[in-house]
């Protein structure tokens, strides 16, 4: 089972330039998977002996529609499938420069879960055409001129593993397995069954997480994509389906408009809240992602009223 409690830290009056550390000890709140007029989020991360702060929050889409599922291109750059037009294409979001470009204009699809390829000038991301036909693609970063990079899984999520080894949520009837695939030899292997969309790297260690869906209750679990074995690490709370890693081996996830963290080592599936939003500002925090030094963090959120 897990548990949530407050941080009790002072609380702080909350604007676009400081968010307030988590201080309340909060009745769960459920959080609805369903991403409407969503915005995607900039946030600077500073942890210290006395805990962690959330700085500069800054929204980086700012665009009607469906703006979400955002990852770090570099420690500067953040990726994100991004309304254009009446379809979603890649942006990029130079955050030291604060400016946007486009990555893709795909005339007949969408692109979804835009991911760096590392080793490699290109971008991942999944298409999904108007004819229905959903694949993953390669866009390179500076044409953006793209290529199937597999044609037999109907991908929904993906994971770079390194630059030969991918991890999949792959779509099979009604739900998604975990699927490891070798571009080099073209093999794909099945390792889990009915599994979620929030895949990671664990820093300092050559495992994946992923979310199972076996159960009543949804659990982060870690595997090995070489050998296959498969470790479970915590609970999620209700309503949680997305989290991310930072360096130091704990693992933040949103609730509502909430950061809560967890470090698997010491805290003993107790979640507590690290971060908390005016709900009139921020709302339904979905997709997360940290930077490779945890000094930014992305996420999506529900504006109310938008």
């Known amino acids: 089972m897990y548990e949530i409690y407050s941080t009790g830290l002072q609380k702080k009056k909350y604007n676009y330039l400081g968010i307030l550390l988590g201080v309340i000890?909060?009745?769960?709140?459920?959080?609805?998977?369903?991403?409407?007029?969503?915005?995607?989020?900039?946030?600077a991360l500073e942890t210290n002996s006395e805990g962690m702060s959330f700085k500069a929050l800054q929204?980086?889409?700012?665009?009607?529609g469906y703006d979400n599922q955002p990852s770090f291109y570099n420690?500067?750059?953040?990726?994100?499938?991004?309304?254009?037009?009446?379809?979603?294409d890649i942006a990029a979001y130079a955050l030291n420069r604060d400016s946007l470009q486009w990555k893709s204009e795909t005339k007949n699809g969408s692109e979804y879960s835009p991911l760096k390829i590392p080793g490699?000038?290109?971008?991942?991301?999944?298409?999904?055409?108007?004819?229905?036909?959903?694949l993953l693609y390669e866009?390179?970063?500076?044409?953006g001129s793209a290529r199937v990079l597999l044609k037999d899984l109907k991908v929904g999520y993906h994971l770079w593993y390194d630059p030969d080894i991918l991890v999949s949520s792959v779509l099979v009837e009604n739900r998604m397995d975990l699927v490891v695939s070798n571009l080099k030899d073209g093999t794909n292997y099945t390792f889990q069954r009915n599994v979620g969309r929030s895949l990671h790297k664990i820093p300092n260690s050559d495992l994946i997480s992923f979310i199972s869906k076996e159960g009543d209750v949804l659990e982060i679990r870690?595997?090995?994509?070489?050998?296959?074995a498969t470790k479970t690490i915590a609970a999620l709370p209700p309503g949680v389906q997305d989290i991310c890693w930072l360096i130091n081996g704990s693992i933040l996830a949103g609730n509502d408009n909430q950061i809560i963290q967890l470090t698997p080592d010491t805290d003993h599936n107790q979640w507590k809240v690290v971060a908390e939003f005016p709900k009139t500002?921020?709302?339904k925090i979905s997709r997360i992602a940290s930077n490779n030094i945890s000094g930014k963090l992305a996420f999506a959120a529900e504006v109310p009223g938008n």
């Open 281 to 283: 500002e921020i709302s």
């Open 139 to 143: 866009y390179n970063f500076n044409t």
């Open 222 to 228: 870690s595997m090995n994509p070489i050998s296959g």
């Open 75 to 88: 420690d500067n750059l953040v990726l994100f499938s991004s309304t254009r037009n009446g379809q979603t």
């Open 25 to 43: 000890v909060c009745a769960y709140a459920p959080v609805s998977s369903a991403q409407t007029n969503t915005e995607v989020f900039v946030v």
């Open 59 to 64: 929204n980086i889409s700012n665009n009607p």
């Open 120 to 134: 490699k000038r290109s971008i991942s991301a999944i298409r999904l055409d108007t004819d229905g036909t959903q």
